[in-house]
T-cell receptor, first 113, second 111 residues
Framework: GQQLNQSPQSMFIQEGEDVSMNCTSSSIFNTWLWYKQDPGEGPVLLIALYKAGELTSNGRLTAQFGITRKDSFLNISASIPSDVGIYFCAGPTLIQGAQKLVFGQGTRLTINP | DTGVSQNPRHKITKRGQNVTFRCDPISEHNRLYWYRQTLGQGPEFLTYFQNEAQLEKSRLLSDRFSAERPKGSFSTLEIQRTEQGDSAMYLC?????????FGPGTRLLVL
């Protein structure tokens, strides 16, 4: 089946640093999604990408949809303590009348103040 | 506003017992999904409802698992004869079309 591979698996950075993570797929996706999950909570959608080559920002977050449609990148600028959490990429696959999400294994971000 | 809610938030049970979880979606959403998440992994799709109809089930959903959405509103997920391997976070999500909104999950621990 489809698999999404995220790297790095974990990051330890200083507050104020920029962060970059990526996600690659064994197959093509027509949409890429980036979610953040805080401990004990469900994932929250950060950015959705719908077109190959698209670059989209949400505040300090910027994500890009790779032109091969098999990868995506998420960058966080000037990290702050509330950025701590696990970041997941996800790609939807069509099922009857809807989409099911295939998730990567996540990138865990830890910030040293 | 109320987002997606799930109850209970935590459940500890002994192996062999049955457990039932509830999901209340965002009220105008007709699509409802269940996912399972184990430690260190991303969520994995279990099943999907459109209104009251269960339209898709993953192979992960063994015959000990059953899900219902009787009136097209809330949904329940039951696990019979729980096994230690069922220990995980069970997430519910709802959508009106593309964007899925997740609840906080029910964390299950089977002893």
């Amino acid at each position: 089946g489809q698999q999404l591979n995220q790297s790095p698996q974990s990051m330890f950075i200083q507050e104020g640093e920029d962060v970059s993570m990526n996600c690659t797929s064994s197959s093509i996706f027509n949409t890429w999604l980036w979610y953040k999950q805080d401990p004990g909570e469900g994932p929250v959608l950060l950015i959705a990408l719908y077109k190959a080559g698209e670059l989209t920002s949400n505040g300090r977050l910027t994500a890009q949809f790779g032109i091969t449609r098999k990868d995506s990148f998420l960058n966080i600028s000037a990290s702050i303590p509330s950025d701590v959490g696990i970041y997941f990429c996800a790609g939807p696959t069509l099922i009857q009348g809807a989409q099911k999400l295939v998730f990567g294994q996540g990138t865990r971000l830890t910030i040293n103040p | 506003d109320t987002g997606v809610s799930q109850n209970p938030r935590h459940k500890i049970t002994k192996r062999g017992q049955n457990v039932t979880f509830r999901c209340d979606p965002i009220s105008e959403h007709n699509r409802l999904y269940w996912y399972r998440q184990t430690l260190g992994q991303g969520p994995e799709f279990l099943t999907y409802f459109q209104n009251e109809a269960q339209l898709e089930k993953s192979r992960l959903l063994s015959d000990r698992f059953s899900a219902e959405r009787p009136k097209g509103s809330f949904s329940t997920l039951e696990i019979q004869r729980t096994e230690q391997g069922d220990s995980a976070m069970y997430l519910c999500a709802s959508s009106s079309w593309e964007t899925q909104y997740f609840g906080p999950g029910t964390r299950l621990l089977v002893l």
